[in-house]
């Protein structure tokens, strides 16, 4: 598990908008943020939309399914599961998801991609 | 055993029919089949013939298939006709040589169009009305002249002059008889249909009879009346009735009646046992039946005779529901009141322009036929109460008289029809046909009909069809749901009406209180945002809504592939100045953009970073320019031609019209997005007549048209009202706009709506013109609400801190999207194919 100490500040949460989403540079990578002020959660999954071949799933719109958080693409509109990743319409398609935690006002992410879907499959 | 040899003459709709009802016998294999179509083409719908003019191809009405027929082993010879056929030796001949022997020997030879012998019939530019290729004649024909005229005012006269009308020409109707569809309606019923098509600008002459046909002076003909009186006109349509092609059956000794029409017997069998006639070239019982269903029968019991069935052909129901130019009209079964001592039921209501009359037995138990003009609502139920000699309420006039209260219910509940009641009479569907069809899994309306083909001829049955279906699955408890998704059991309307009375101002509050819980979907949240934004006009990226809206609405411009977006402000009526055009070429210039001239008389500014949108707008809106709300389910452009200012054509000033209502309407949210054109003339530069909103300029005012549509699936807008002076146009198209807005469904376009809407143009015309609902004012103040309230929302945005974060690639870095890559094509850039990104070298800038 990687250690606490190495979790990085993304952004402040007046940076983040309600219930819909916001983008950022993770090293090379595209990380899109969306806040959901009632589970007091920034979910973080990857900005790439993998049908569309473009950088924009942070300016998707969130709903719900049942119980699971989506975003749609704005694109074709594939909806990705925002705890898992996962592709609601489309079973092979994973995204990687980030950890992440609010200090305070601060946004704090693990750069580590956590994969819940691989974790779970590898036991 | 061999083969029978049967050949069919004829490939027409009832033709194809036959062979169709062959196939689905089963037996094809016991059969030999050549078919004889002198067409140069294979069966198509003469019933949907006028769609034509609007937009149907040759293809779309196709009904045989070459790649079907062969399938089902036919020999087919297209563009060739029987000319003999020798009885005695079993022998058909061709015109183009072909002999050939059979065993069993099908007419299905139709009817062509009467032409009546008057001096000058066949003069150029006198045409008929029956083929593909005489609508390829008329059009020509059309393109030529100014006037038309149509010769009898029947059903397909009627229909003619639509077609007339809709070529844009000055359209009279000439009838012989003293009124319009003389066998279906009584004078009363006549005179009321012809007070509405006269005001849909169709001049109508009656009991009038042509003596002759000569050159005109203003005009390529002129027309001769025995009343002395004249008229001119360039084309000459006649539709004075049908005639059944017997002159093969005469030529060969079968009996023909008195009055034309091959005699057959119950059995469909000519005199001679061996052929069969069928369709419209058939006399039964002294009848010829004129319409498509009673030749589908005749097919039907000549494919069981065929092949070892017993069934025999009994008459048909001629009853008929047509909409004539936008008025519904009905006839059923002894609409004239015919049948000794029968009793008559009336009732006229010049106020609404509709009329319905009963015919009943003697003893006021049997409902014997029927008309209905103006209001269609009772067909269904009046035709099933008559076919099926259901036994008529203690008062039978309830049945057409106005429902003043609610729990005043006369309509024919569907429960209470028989098994055995025919629901679709193009394709002899019956009540326990669709019962069946339903129990056997279909679960819609559209199942029933793939199942079933009722409701795919004609179309009068589908709403029968559809109470009846609904009926039987809400039987089987199956829930029909309407609801918009599973966040709301309510359908957009119901959601709309809650948002408007409830003055309900977010969407957190509309969950609240009528949600059933969670965050939304991609569905509900902006169908509510629409609504929320046509009731309120809140600036749509107000942090309360900003989360309902698709990516479009939330950056204030359209997504393209690659993540970047387009610009597009608003040039109102396609005017722009030269200063302005100079700024749009040197914003476009240095943010590197792709400048495209829009379908809709616009420009178009691609391949902006999200975080370029900003500055690229502060520099438009100070060069005077607006949002032209691309992105918006809200009025796009309002497309005009030049019009009078320069146009040695223009009656009007269509540019100036087009800039005054693009400003009215702009920013206006509705279901889904809508379009306006302004013609300064009837030839219609501006493709008025395809959009939603449609304005012609005429000698006297504007013509208004609705609901036409371009895109995946055109329809030709429907003339609303004529030569409306500038006021009463506006009044008309907020009611409209208003109507819709409340009414539609999600993402309908006007089209789709009016194609839904119950009672269709007519109603639309009551609601809006003469106030039916009493909803006039309340539409009106509703969208000047609207109107006072416009911002543009971009001018909003660059000056809003808050809604500017949005605007940011990344909120911890400055660096553009790295997969955002341009390569240059044409002069300009165009969006890096995935292998050329891997190519380094080809970036721009
Ligand atoms: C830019 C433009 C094409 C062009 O380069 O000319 C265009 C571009 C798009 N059209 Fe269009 N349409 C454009 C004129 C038209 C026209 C012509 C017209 O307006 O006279 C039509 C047919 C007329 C009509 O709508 O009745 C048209 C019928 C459609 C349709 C089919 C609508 C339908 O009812 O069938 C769609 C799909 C939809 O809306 O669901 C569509 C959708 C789109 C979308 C929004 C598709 C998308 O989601 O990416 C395109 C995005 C525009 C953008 O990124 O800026 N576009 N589109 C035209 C913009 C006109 C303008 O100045 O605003
Ligand atoms: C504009 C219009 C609108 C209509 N609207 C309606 C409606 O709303 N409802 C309704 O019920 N009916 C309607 N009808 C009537 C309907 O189209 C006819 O009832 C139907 O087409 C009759 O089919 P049929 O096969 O008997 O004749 P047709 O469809 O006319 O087919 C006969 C075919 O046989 C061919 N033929 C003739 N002689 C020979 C020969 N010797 N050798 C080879 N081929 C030959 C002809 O060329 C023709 O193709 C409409 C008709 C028209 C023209
Ligand atoms: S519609 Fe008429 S006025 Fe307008 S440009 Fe065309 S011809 Fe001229
Ligand atoms: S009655 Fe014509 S389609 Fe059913």
């Known amino acids: ?123 | 055993m061999n083969k029978t040899r049967l050949v069919v003459v004829g490939n027409g709709m009832v033709g194809h029919q036959f062979l169709q009802s062959l196939a689905d016998s089963g037996q094809l294999g016991e059969f030999e089949v050549t078919v004889f179509c002198e067409e140069p083409r294979l069966a198509y719908d003469r019933v949907y013939l006028s769609s034509y003019f609007s937009g149907s191809t040759a293809e779309d009405l196709a009904m045989g298939k070459i790649e079907q027929y062969r399938e089902w082993g036919l020999n087919v010879l297209i563009n060739e006709k029987v000319v003999e056929i020798n009885k005695d030796d079993h022998l058909v001949v061709s015109d183009k040589g072909t002999t050939l022997s059979y065993d069993k020997l099908v007419m299905a030879t139709g009817s062509y169009p009467f032409v009546p012998p008057v001096p000058g019939h066949d003069r150029e530019h006198c045409l008929v009305y029956r083929t593909i290729e005489d609508l390829e004649a008329i059009k020509s024909s059309a393109a030529q002249g100014k006037v038309g005229v149509v010769v009898g005012g029947g059903l397909l006269g009627l229909e003619a002059a639509k077609a007339l009308c809709d070529l844009g020409l000055e359209t009279h109707v000439v009838e012989f008889a003293p009124r319009l569809m003389a066998v279906q309606l009584d004078d009363m019923g006549g005179a009321l249909l012809r007070s509405k098509i006269e005001a849909l600008g169709v001049k109508v002459h009656t009991s009038k009879n042509t003596q002759q046909i000569v050159d005109g002076e203003n005009c390529v003909h002129r027309m001769e009346f025995a009343d002395g009186e004249v008229l001119e006109t360039d084309l000459i349509l006649f539709s004075a009735g049908i005639r059944p092609r017997d002159q093969l059956a005469r030529e060969s000794g079968l009996a023909v009646g008195e009055r034309g029409g091959i005699v057959i017997n119950n059995q469909c069998q000519t005199s001679d046992a061996d052929i069969y006639a069928i369709g419209e070239c058939a006399l039964w019982d002294g009848r010829i039946f004129g319409l498509v269903a009673p030749g589908y029968t005749m097919a039907k019991v000549t494919v069981a005779q065929l092949t070892g069935g017993d069934a025999e052909f009994a008459g048909a129901d001629m009853s008929t529901k047509l909409k004539l130019m936008g008025v519904d009209v009905c006839s059923i079964g002894d609409a004239q009141g015919r049948t000794p001592g029968a009793k008559n039921y009336t009732w006229l209501n010049e106020g609404d322009g509709t009329y319905k009359k009963l015919v009943v037995s003697p003893d006021n138990k049997i409902l014997l036929g029927a008309i209905l003009v103006g209001d269609a609502e009772a067909y269904g139920t009046l035709l099933q109460y008559m076919l099926n000699e259901i036994q008529l309420p203690e008062f039978p006039e309830a049945l057409i008289l106005p429902s003043r209260n609610d729990d005043a219910q006369t309509g024919l509940g569907v429960a209470a029809l028989p098994e055995t009641a025919q629901i679709c009479s193009c394709h002899d569907v019956s009540k326990g046909d669709i019962r069946q069809a339903v129990s056997g899994g279909c679960c819609s309306v559209g199942d029933v009909k793939g199942a079933t083909k009722a409701g795919t001829g004609c179309g009068g049955c589908v709403p029968l069809l559809t109470s009846l279906v609904n009926h039987e699955l809400e039987e089987l408890g199956v829930e029909v749901s309407h609801d918009i998704c599973e966040h709301f059991p309510y359908t957009r309307q119901d959601l709309y009406n809650l948002v408007r009375v409830e003055e309900i101002k977010s969407f957190d509050e509309l969950m609240q209180k009528h949600g059933k819980g969670g965050k939304g979907c991609h569905i509900c949240k902006p169908a509510v945002g629409s609504i929320l934004a046509s009731c309120w006009n809140n600036y749509v990226l107000n942090p309360k809504e900003v989360k309902l809206q698709d990516t479009n609405d939330t950056f204030l411009a359209n997504m393209q592939k690659d993540g970047t977006y387009s610009i597009v402000p608003r040039i109102g009526g396609g005017e722009i100045t030269p200063d302005k055009l100079i700024v749009l070429g040197q914003v476009a210039k240095e943010y590197n953009l792709y400048t495209k001239i829009t379908g809709g008389q616009r420009v178009d500014l691609f391949g902006a970073r999200l975080e370029q949108l900003p500055d690229i707008w502060r520099k438009l809106i100070d060069a005077g320019f607006e949002t032209g709300h691309a992105y918006g389910k809200s009025l796009r452009t309002v497309k005009s031609c030049v019009g009078s200012t320069w146009c040695r054509y223009g009656v009007d000033d269509s540019v100036g019209l087009a800039i005054e209502l693009e400003n009215r309407y702009k920013g206006l949210r509705s279901p889904h997005k809508i379009k306006f054109a302004v013609s300064g003339c009837t030839r219609e530069c501006a493709e008025a007549q395809g959009k939603d909103i449609g304005v012609i300029a005429t000698e006297n005012g504007w013509n208004l048209y609705v609901c036409g549509n371009g895109g995946m699936k055109p329809r030709h807008a429907d003339l609303f009202a004529t030569d409306l002076d500038k006021e009463t146009l506006i009044k008309y198209i907020d009611r409209v706009l208003m109507f819709y807005i409340k009414t539609a469904d999600r993402l309908q376009r006007t089209s789709v709506w009016m194609e839904n809407l119950e009672g269709g143009l007519k109603y639309l015309q009551e609601v809006v013109i003469n106030d039916s609902l009493g909803l006039g004012a309340e539409l009106e103040a509703q969208m000047a609400h609207v109107v006072e309230t416009y911002e543009c929302e971009w001018k909003t945005t660059v000056n809003d801190e808050e809604a500017l974060k949005r605007f940011r690639q990344f909120v911890n870095s400055d660096k553009p999207d790295s997969n955002v890559v341009f390569v240059q094509e044409r002069g300009q850039i165009r969006p890096a194919r995935a292998e050329e990104k891997a190519e380094p070298i080809v970036m721009v800038g």
């Open chain 1, 1 to 123: 598990m990687t250690a606490a100490q190495e979790w990085i500040h993304i952004c402040n949460l007046d940076d983040l908008v309600a219930d819909s989403g916001i983008c950022a540079l993770v090293g090379e990578r595209q990380v899109a943020l969306f806040y959901i002020p009632e589970k007091g959660q920034v979910f973080a999954i990857d900005n790439f939309d993998p049908i569309g071949q473009a950088n924009v799933l942070s300016r998707g719109l969130v709903g719900s399914n049942e119980d699971c958080l989506f975003v749609a693409s704005p694109l074709y509109k594939e909806r990705y599961c925002l705890e898992t990743g996962e592709c609601l319409d489309n079973e092979s398609l994973v995204l990687d998801t980030w950890q992440t935690r609010l200090e305070g006002e601060r946004l704090l992410l693990n750069p580590q991609p956590f994969n819940r879907v691989a974790l779970q499959e590898a036991g």
